[in-house]
């Protein structure tokens, strides 16, 4: 079975200093890797996404993730945030091929506080 | 393109009630699939339609049920509600399997 880690539930940061969140996973056969962030009563929106190729990919708003399959993580990171990052961001992975199609098992989340 | 909808945005129902909860995918996309998210468990996954058929279902019980019409929209129903239903419900559409999932802003559900 797949599962998704995020090493911190909260991340507080000031504005204009880069942030990385954490995110490792687990899974024996190969998979897709996501990034989306929620804003305050609003759905998920795509930050990124890996499906194969270049490991470091670049997203919007500024922020890029590098899947490492050594150590089954996927950070994502910006070199500097604004107030208007702040909000929940979620790692999700998929197993594209598998029986469990169209699902993403979700990351629990991790809070990015930005203070001015 | 427009986005993935979702109707109603608010929901308040009483314990026992039924809801059914709608979903219009992206234009052109054939799979949709929905989710709980709630404080304690988190985002969950509920079941996945692909052109009418329901190829994947989460750990849910059978008061959770969904279809897909012709047209892919899709609406998910609970009956006999219980106060943990209680969450945001959100609903994603993809071109294909294993493609990215785009999501809708969610309907919230409040059971009293």
């Known amino acids: 079975a797949q599962s998704v880690t995020q090493l911190d539930s909260q991340v507080p940061v000031f504005e204009e200093a880069p942030v990385e969140l954490r995110c490792n996973y687990s899974?024996?056969?190969?998979?897709?890797l996501f990034w989306y962030v929620q804003y305050p009563n609003q759905g998920l929106q795509l930050l990124l996404k890996y499906l194969s190729g270049s490991t470091l990919v670049k997203g919007i708003n500024g922020f890029e993730a590098e899947f490492n399959k050594s150590q089954t993580s996927f950070h994502l990171r910006k070199p500097s945030v604004h107030i208007s990052d702040t909000a929940e961001y979620f790692c999700a992975v998929s197993t594209p091929g598998s029986s469990n199609t169209g699902k993403l098992i979700f990351g629990q989340g991790t809070t990015l506080q930005v203070k001015p | 393109k427009a986005g993935v909808t979702q109707t109603p945005r608010y929901l308040i129902k009483t314990r026992g009630q039924q809801v059914t909860l709608s979903c219009s995918p992206i234009s052109g996309h054939r799979s949709v699939s929905w989710y709980q998210q709630t404080p304690g468990q988190g985002l969950q996954f509920l079941f996945e339609y692909f052109s009418e058929t329901q190829r994947n279902k989460g750990n849910f019980p059978g008061r959770f049920s969904g279809r897909q019409f012709s047209n892919s929209r899709s609406e998910m129903n609970v009956s006999t509600l219980e106060l943990g239903d209680s969450a945001l419900y959100l609903c994603?559409?993809?071109?294909?399997?294993?493609?990215?999932?785009?999501f809708g802003p969610g309907t919230r559900l409040t059971v009293l």
């Open positions: 899974s024996s056969v190969s998979v897709y």
């Open positions: 994603a559409s993809s071109s294909q399997e294993g493609d990215t999932q785009y």
